[in-house]
Structures are given as structure tokens and as C-alpha cells.
């Protein structure tokens, strides 16, 4: 009895409960990993496996150096899966007992990465062409993108159902996790993407793929939806327009987004509904940027700050206190 015999019956549990194509095929390829590895191994019965070959299994993970180590978040995914396929095993009566009971996932420490400043993010809101109507388009998108926090799978999803510009809403459906939630966009993003809905939408239409039934709100220069891809290079295109050196993609803008209301003084839980995390854990991230920026600001801007190069009274500074 291998893994393969029961895979897709798990992978059909899992589309039951909603888990979107893209987490199915990435969840199906971390076991496709793991029966590889029992493989090597020699082992081609379920029952066979056991906590000590799934610690051991864990330990090549962490170990693996090439091409590059494993980041807390692929490695939570690789365990998150396998729990996942051993409750289902246990549930179903192909195993009796859950070997990976015991196997946890690392915590995920890591703030998020690329924060832009407000100056930054509004150099980069100014770069797109308005002479133009896929400059009008873009500048729609980034404001959206900065306005809601959503992410860019949620973005290339929308449709011009999901548009409620009159109070500023915009419904994302089908989100991580299969839930759907209504996010507001402040009246900057509204003025841009009514614009781009009667001066460049229009145009892009007609030009010669459009289709006049076609639902989707982003369209690119031949008029069909455009595509996650096209969008990332877009954002990376004018963040180097605005002189931007750090690496800046749509989801830049996401933490940007969050780490901007929590500086400003939103509540926690307000952030976290407009983001669609299941869990303010995730959220909390932002308020430790939120603490980085403060920290660093303290460090290179209060007047007292640095010590002075010569001390009169003869006191110890920190550096020689005893730790």
C-alpha cells in the first residue's frame, strides 16, 4: 500500500474544502517530494513509515543546500502537507496509528520584506504616462493595489461586477481560502479606476481580440484580461522608473498598505479583515515593521542618540557595560 494508491482521494478532500487549483498542485507536489524520498529509502508500504522516518525526512530538509536551503515558509508548506495526508490515511482506516503527530511546523519569524515609505510609494503612483491609456490603467491598478492591500491573484481576478465605485467597494472573491470579502478603496483609488472605465477600458476593447461580453476589469493593449505575469513586470517596471533600488512587486504594495494603517493608527483587526488573514498572528507582523521603522527612526534621528567622543565625567558608556 503506497501513497500514490490514495492521493488523489486526499487531494479531492482537500478541493472539498475548498483549497483553490493553486494550493491542490502545490500541496500534490510536496507529497510527489516525499515519495520520492521513501523511494530512496526502499519503502513502498504506507505502514511502514513512523515518527523516527519522518524526523529523518524533516533533517533532509533543513539540510538541503543546494540549490539554495529551504525558507521557513516552503518548509511549513512541506510539513503542513503531510500532517494534512496523514489525518486524512488515519481517518480513512488505511493507517491505524498518525505518524506525524509529533512533526511540527517552524515558526515563521520573518518580517515582511521591501516596506516602502509613503514618499516612495507615492513616486511610483506618479509614474505611468495618463497620455495614455495604458498609463490611465496602470495608474489604476497601483492605486488599487495600495488602496485595498489585496493580493495580485485576488487583483487579476476582478470583474466590473465586483465594482461598487459609488461607496468605494470592491468585492474579492474567492480569496485565500476560498472566501469571498469586500474591501474599501479610498476616493483617489475611485477617481483613477473611473477613469480608466470610460477613457481607456473602452479603447483597449475595441481593439483586436476584445470581446464586448468580456467581465474582466483589467484588459491588456489587445483587450483580454490581462495576466498576473504582465502586472508583476508592470510594478517592477515603474518602481525602476521612480528610481526605486529595492525590489518592489504588487505584494510590496500589500505590506506597504498594512504597515501604513497600523503606523497611522488602525486597528489590528481592521487590518486583518481588510487583508483576509484567517489569523491576526499573520497580521501581527506589520506591527513589529511598524516598531522596526520607530526603532530605526530613534537611532538616526534623536539628538541624543550618539555618545560623545569624549566624556568629562569620566561615566562608562553602554558598549562597556557588563552584559
Known sequence: ???????DAWLESLRVKNFSPVSLDLYGSQI????LFLERRGIVDLRQVNQVLLGDYYLSLLQRSDPKPYSVSTLSVKIRALRSLFKFLTASGAIIVDPSVGLKEPKIKRLPRGILSVNDVAKILDSPDLSKVEGVRDRAILEVLY???????E???LTLLDLDLKDGLVTIRQGKGGKDRVVPVGAVAVKFVTAYLTQARPELLERKHGSATERGLWLNRWGTPMSKQLIERMVKDYAQAAGIVKPVSPHTFRHSCATHLLNNGANLRTVQELL???HTSTTQLYTRVSIAEVKQTHA???PRQE??????LGIPTCRYYPQ
Open 276 to 278: 483576509g488573514h484567517a
Open 307 to 312: 555618545e560623545p567622543a569624549d566624556d568629562a
Open 155 to 157: 487583483l487579476t481576478r
Open 300 to 302: 538616526t534621528q534623536h
Open 1 to 7: 500500500m503506497n501513497i500514490t494508491d490514495h492521493l
Open 147 to 153: 488602496s485595498s492591500g489585496m493580493r495580485l491573484g
Open 32 to 35: 510527489r517530494a516525499f515519495t
